[in-house]
């Protein structure tokens, strides 16, 4: 009878034992998905950043846009002066506003980046020298980070680099070339605008040359 009882005892023990690890698996599971809706929320966040990043330097641009606008070019100097104090104080405002989404990153990975921002300031430092040749650089870059078949030239030095970057990275040199690539349009525009503008005004002056000798 004793014997019986210790039995009993030991099968007790076993069945508080399964109770237990049955309560530690709930409990194990109910953290996990917690986890699961935190690691939501983390991603959300790295996203609305990224979108904030992304809208400061927008602004930036369309602030930088106006201030290089041929309108600007067509106004007085005093209202110029006046409209580029207001342009700076609104990118000074905008630059205060500090947004950054760390990239993880392996130390290749950080190699190829710090390689790819060097070609694209390299282009940068000679676009004030030669904006055409700048321009089809730009694009060739531009290109090298398509992952289909592209018309037009292609880097592809810089192509054998861009897929060394992490997909993150890629996204952002990508996003980086094709605003460069736009503001270089821009300036062609508004240079090509100002160059017909003065051939019309020399026009002009050499048939107003023309009709005051007539005129003698």
Same mark, same amino acid.
């Given at each position: ?122 282009? *940068?430092?000679?676009? +004030?020298? %030669?904006?055409?040749?700048? &321009?089809? $650089? =730009?694009?060739? #870059?531009?290109?090298?980070?398509? /992952? ?14 861009? *897929?060394?970057?992490? +997909?993150? %990275?890629?996204?952002?040199? &990508?996003? $980086? =070339?094709?605003? #460069?690539?736009?503001?270089?349009? /821009? ?30």
């Amino acid at each position: 009878m004793a014997q019986a009882k210790i039995n009993q005892l030991k099968s007790g023990d076993g069945d508080n034992k399964f109770l237990r690890s049955m309560s530690m698996a709930d409990r194990s599971g109910r953290l996990l998905e917690t986890l699961d809706e935190l690691e939501l929320r983390v991603e959300a966040l790295r996203e609305a950043a990224a979108s904030m990043e992304q809208e400061k330097e927008t602004l930036l641009e369309l602030i930088q846009s106006v201030q290089i606008s041929q309108d600007m070019r067509n106004i007085s100097d005093g209202e110029r002066e006046e409209l580029n104090l207001t342009a700076n104080r609104l990118i000074g405002r905008t630059l205060t506003v500090v947004v950054s989404v760390q990239t993880i990153r392996s130390a290749q990975q950080e190699e190829f980046l710090s390689r790819a921002t060097a070609l694209i300031d390299e282009e *940068v430092d000679k676009l +004030l020298q %030669d904006v055409a040749s700048a &321009k089809s $650089r =730009l694009v060739a #870059l531009y290109n090298a980070c398509s /992952s289909e078949a592209v018309q037009g030239p292609v880097n592809q030095k810089f192509q054998s680099i861009i *897929v060394g970057c992490s +997909l993150e %990275d890629q996204k952002k040199i &990508k996003t $980086r =070339l094709q605003k #460069l690539i736009r503001n270089v349009c /821009s300036a062609d525009r508004s240079i090509a605008l100002l160059d017909q503008k003065a051939a019309q005004t020399g026009n002009y002056n050499h048939l107003q040359q023309n009709n005051t000798g007539d005129g003698k």
